[in-house]
Every structure is written in structure tokens, then in C-alpha cells.
């Protein structure tokens, strides 16, 4: 049964007044991970937009433990860890490894699919922003064809989106699944599962970036939505080889209304070169990708 809002654990462990953007989207999503985690929880995190959250020593707005690796370091630093633990004996912790889309679809590939591999007992999240956002926007393997970066600023971006998530679901984790900052109640009901599972398990997190995309900071939700109504981003899960469409997904994949692509591109300043040929073809992949998920849902 999803979790109501209502029932949402009421301690915080976030303080307010963190170092984050204006309409950030990524201290939505955190703070109701944590919610759902608790207070057993250690986290290892790279140079990114989630060490600003963190803040600089010897302050911070964090009440969970936290340790800074290096950029592509990420899944080894949470492999370090939960070995520690493990010889300490305090099984009873959460160790959850998380960075964004550069530290995980291009630098932290390695460390973190051995560690798949080996089913070391941890959580991972990929946060994805779409770009290198922390560092000034420049292009990543998670960026989508048609947006423009300070890597790609005459010229967008002409390659796809990696299917990282397809490469982890190679890896036969522990548990698999996509959330977003705009759906916290699905987002927390899948780290709650998560938590009470061993193994490797992997989530993906997408988090809407005014300063990088180009938006009102007002409108970090409503975009996470839109990515979610027009299939852009679909909620599901993977677990013991069960494949499940969630919240939203799942209401459009019943109902059938989901939205046109250009809805979500046109908020968006990244996609303004964009060509009428070029929103044509990613709609098509959106459709043929939905397509393949109806399918798996037996829907």
C-alpha cells in the first residue's frame, strides 16, 4: 500500500538553510530519503551538487554521517564502508552511496558495477540532472540530444541519453528503480523497500535543475511532472525479476493520456535550437520506449 502524506515520519533530517540553488530539486528528494532511511544511515558522496547541500566543515544541515570520496569513487568508498561496519558489527546500518549523472554514467561506472557485480550490500543513487551541473553545465553521457551546454553551446548535443539503467539491470541487482523529485510519496515507499533488502540496489533519481535547463526556479516541480506525464521519465520497479510501473506511470499507462514530448521540452531553455524534425524524432523514441514498458507491465 503507498504511503500517505500523512503518514510520513514527522523527524526531519535536514535542517533548513541549506547551499543549494533556488528551486533546487535535489533537497526535495533527499529529504524524504532520509525520511525513509533514518537516522542509521551513512552516506558517501563525490564532488557534486549534493556536497553543497552538505555544506562546508565543520557545519552542516545534515544529521546523517557523510563521507567525501573522490569523483569516480563513489561505489568503492560504500564497498570501504560496508565492509567496515560488517567487521565492526553494525549490520544495522544503511550505507547509501550517491552521486550524479557524471560521477555515475562516466567516471564511477567501474567502481560501481564490480560492486554490482559482487552484490555488496549498499544502495546507490544516481541523481540525474542531465549535465555536469555542479561544475558549470557542461555536456555528460546522461545529457539528451537537442540540449544545449557550455560544452555544447553552438551546436547541441547530438548523441542520445546513455540507458544507464539498462546497463545496471545487466548487473541483476537486488533492486532496481527510477523515481523523481517531483513524486516524493513514490520516492519514499521505494527507498522503504529498498532499506529492508541485502544486496546491491540501484535508483535512479531525476531532479529537475533551473539554473542548468533553463526554467523559473518556481516551476522545479511542474517539470519533474511534465517529464513524468510525457513519459521522459517513467516510475517503476524491478525486484526478483518482477517488473512494475508505479505512481504516476502506472495511472497513464492505465488511462492512456500521456502528454505530448514539446509540453516538457518547451519550458525548457536548453531545448530551444531544437528543429521540428529533431522533437519529432524524440518523441518517437519516447513512444517506442513507453511502448516496451507497457509491454513488460502486461498493460
Given at each position: ?9 514527522e ?9 543549494t ?24 558522496l563525490?564532488?557534486c ?7 562546508m ?13 573522490v ?7 560504500a ?23 557524471g560521477?555515475?554514467f ?24 542531465e549535465?555536469?551541473?555542479n ?6 553521457s ?10 555544447t ?21 537486488a533492486?532496481l ?11 519514499y515507499?521505494?527507498?522503504?523497500k ?14 529537475p ?19 513524468v506525464?510525457?513519459g ?41 535550437k ?7 524524432a ?14 513488460r507491465?502486461?498493460?
Open positions: 500500500m503507498a504511503t500517505a502524506l500523512l503518514d510520513l515520519p523527524k526531519e533530517y535536514i535542517l533548513p538553510g541549506t547551499r540553488c533556488a528551486g533546487c530539486g535535489l533537497p526535495i528528494a533527499y529529504r524524504h530519503m532520509l525520511k525513509a532511511l533514518g537516522p542509521k544511515t551513512i552516506v558517501t563525490p564532488a551538487c549534493l556536497t553543497i547541500l552538505h555544506g566543515y565543520p557545519k552542516t544541515p545534515v544529521l546523517v554521517n557523510a563521507v567525501n570520496n569523483f569516480g569513487g563513489t561505489a568503492a568508498s564497498s570501504g564502508l560496508v565492509a567496515g561496519l560488517k567487521a565492526l558489527g553494525k549490520d544495522d546500518y544503511t550505507v547509501l552511496a550517491m552521486a550524479g549523472d560521477g555515475t562516466d567516471m564511477g561506472i567501474q567502481a560501481l558495477s564490480g560492486a554490482a557485480e559482487r552484490q555488496t550490500n549498499f544502495i546507490y543513487v544516481c541523481y540525474d540532472n549535465a555536469y551541473m561544475t558549470g553545465v557542461q555536456r555528460s546522461a545529457t539528451p540530444a537537442g540540449a544545449i551546454t557550455t560544452t553551446p553552438v551546436h547541441p548535443k547530438e548523441q542520445p541519453k546513455k540507458d544507464f539503467i539498462q546497463i545496471m539491470e545487466a548487473h541483476h541487482p533492486y528503480a527510477t523515481t523523481c523529485s517531483s513524486y516524493p510519496l513514490d520516492l515507499d521505494k527507498f522503504s529498498a532499506r529492508g533488502i541485502s544486496g546491491t540496489r540501484f535508483i535512479h533519481l531525476a531532479i535543475c533551473p539554473a542548468g535547463w533553463g526554467y523559473p526556479t518556481k516551476d522545479t516541480v511542474k517539470i519533474g511532472r511534465l517529464a506525464e510525457t521522459v521519465v517513467v516510475l517503476y520497479e524491478l525486484e526478483n525479476g518482477v517488473f512494475r510501473l508505479t505512481g504516476k506511470s502506472l495511472n497513464l499507462a492505465k488511462t492512456r493520456r500521456k502528454r505530448p514530448v514539446e509540453d516538457y521540452l518547451k519550458t525548457q531553455a536548453r531545448f530551444r531544437m528543429t521540428p524534425e529533431q522533437i519529432e524524440y518523441q518517437k523514441a519516447i513512444d517506442e520506449r513507453w511502448e516496451g514498458f507497457l509491454n507491465a502486461g498493460l
